[in-house]
Structures are given as structure tokens and as C-alpha cells.
């Protein structure tokens, strides 16, 4: 059973561009989260999603940052325009209906450097 | 959601065991105490979660007092490889069927060396 994928693993742009990073979820997961780290810092939450519905944003930015979970396919984490303080480490988790509480799959990570 | 205290790092040696405490005094009645543990560059791993007294799993033990005021994970014998960052959360399901945003302070960082 393949683990939390992401991709791009490393993504570079420059200030004004748009940044699209993609998650897929453990087989038979329903829940995605998406996190984000700054250099020497714990994780900070970020959008809370299920199949085509956002479930909690409150940790998420609210210009330029959007996020989806469609019904195919892969969760998008968008953020637009960005800029240089957006430059960290965006982690995607998965967990499923059942099991332990707290319990999340991490995948590992894109990595974004904003120029 | 509680806040949690942790020592910014710790250090031992290779065979060592090491415990981390964790203080969350304001931790609510539905609250789970759940360890992650974290490598440069990867995503964080879920180590033990647990709500009372005493959890052991092929890793870790958690030691909860009846306070429930704080906890220690215990890692028994550690080598090189568990150099890593250890976080203490604490909560409990948001939205019943599952799902719950996880809160991470700045963690362990613990230095194991030979």
C-alpha cells in the first residue's frame, strides 16, 4: 500500500508566479490535510478537506491560497501570486474514516523556494 | 485546543533510554496525548497516542499520570537513527467520523550520539 504521495518534491518560482502542489492520498483515505512548516518550526495547519468539500480552513491564508480534494484525482494546495515569505516546506496528511484518533499518514513534502 | 511544553532539545547515547515530558495542563476531557516523530526533510511519523495511564507499542511507551497534566514518551535503548524531532499534541476529534487538525509546538529536537 503506497504511502502519502507529493509532488513536485522541490518547486521553484519567482515572485508572482503561481505554485500548484499535489497530494494523493493512502488507498481507502478520505481525509486530507495540508500543513506547512517554516525553517526551525513545528507544522501549522492549514485546510482540512474530504472529497469535494472543504471541511476547515481556518489555517489557511485567505488571499492568494486555495485548496481542493475532487472527486478524481489528486488534492491541490494553490497559492497564487506568491511571494517570498512563502518560501517553506508544505506537508500533505491522509488519514482514514477509522482508526486511532490524531493518527495521520505524512507525506514528504514540497519543498517551495519563492525567488 | 491545549498548549503544550516541551524541552527544546535533549541529548543522550547510543543504548539510553530517553524520556521527554510534555506539560499540557489545560488538556480537555476528550483529549489524546499523541507523539509524532520528524526527520530532516520527511513528513512526521506517528510514534504512540494515548489518553490515560500507560501505552507500549513495538517502539515507544507513553506514561500518563491520572492528571493527566503531562506525559512522558520513553524510548528504550536508542540508537543514532531515532536523532530526530519529537512533538507533543494534544486533542481530540473535531468532527465525529474522523478528522482532526493536529497542532504541533516546536518539538525535541534529540541528539543521539556513540
Known amino acids: 500500500n503506497a504511502g502519502v504521495m507529493q509532488n513536485p518534491r522541490h518547486l521553484v518560482r519567482r515572485r508572482g508566479q503561481e505554485a500548484r502542489l499535489r497530494c494523493s492520498p493512502m488507498k481507502g483515505h478520505s481525509h486530507v490535510y495540508w500543513y506547512r512548516q517554516l525553517p526551525e518550526e513545528g507544522l501549522k495547519f492549514m485546510v482540512y478537506l474530504q472529497k469535494e468539500n472543504i471541511i476547515d480552513e481556518s489555517g489557511m491564508p485567505k488571499e492568494r491560497f486555495s485548496a481542493e480534494f475532487p472527486k478524481e484525482g489528486p488534492s491541490i494546495l494553490r497559492i497564487q501570486q506568491v511571494v517570498r515569505g512563502d518560501s517553506a516546506a508544505y506537508f500533505c496528511?491522509?488519514?482514514?474514516?477509522?482508526?486511532?484518533?490524531?493518527?495521520?499518514?505524512f507525506g514528504p513534502g514540497t519543498r517551495l523556494t519563492v525567488l | 485546543l491545549a498548549k503544550t511544553t516541551q524541552p527544546i532539545s535533549m541529548d543522550s547515547y547510543e543504548g539510553q533510554e530517553v524520556n521527554i515530558t510534555c506539560s499540557h495542563n489545560?488538556?480537555?476531557?476528550?483529549?489524546?496525548i499523541t507523539w509524532y516523530q520528524q526527520f530532516p526533510s520527511q513528513g512526521p511519523r506517528f510514534i504512540i497516542q494515548?489518553?490515560?495511564t500507560k501505552v507500549t507499542n513495538e517502539v515507544a511507551s507513553l506514561f500518563i499520570p491520572a492528571d493527566r497534566k503531562s506525559s512522558t514518551l520513553s524510548l528504550p535503548r536508542v540508537s543514532l537513527s531515532d536523532t530526530a524531532v519529537y512533538y507533543c499534541l494534544v486533542g481530540g476529534y473535531i468532527l465525529t467520523g474522523g478528522g482532526n487538525k493536529l497542532t504541533f509546538g516546536t518539538g525535541t529536537q534529540l541528539k543521539v550520539e556513540l
Open positions: 489545560n488538556i480537555a476531557t476528550n483529549d489524546y
Open positions: 494515548g489518553y490515560k
Open positions: 496528511a491522509s488519514s482514514p474514516n477509522q482508526g486511532a484518533a490524531n493518527e495521520q499518514f
